[in-house]
């Protein structure tokens, strides 16, 4: 099993920065792809960024050029570096990690809130 643990979020004026952070512990082994998602009131679960071990990233239109997803295996981090941040950016964040060793199994963490007030 992997335990991933999310922190950094936070209340934040509309332009303002935050950076999330995702430590990973227990089966690290069995981390392949990782991950952010973001969950607003009310809304479904949205992919926001991923990246690969081998550092290649994926963001969501609505943060491109705002955010940048990060990681270091050799610490068993991830960041997420939150600029430009925008009332709509309002939501939970959840680190996400795909399983090797299972296809399709995801590990997730308890997830950080963001607030960026209108």
């Known amino acids: 099993q992997v335990q991933l643990v999310e922190s950094g979020g936070g209340l934040v004026q509309p332009g303002g920065s935050l950076r999330l952070s995702c430590v990973a512990s227990?089966?690290?082994?069995?981390?392949?792809?990782m991950g952010w998602y973001r969950q607003a009131k009310g809304k479904g679960q949205l992919l926001v960024a991923t990246i690969t071990r081998g550092g290649s990233t994926n963001y969501a239109d609505s943060v491109k050029g705002r955010f940048t997803i990060s990681r270091d295996n050799a610490e068993n981090m991830m960041y997420l570096q939150m600029n430009s941040l925008k009332p709509e950016d309002t939501a939970v964040y959840y680190c996400n990690a795909a399983s090797i060793t299972y296809p399709g199994k995801m590990y997730w963490g308890k997830g950080t809130r963001v607030t960026v007030p209108s």
């Open positions: 227990g089966s690290i082994f069995d981390i392949n792809t």
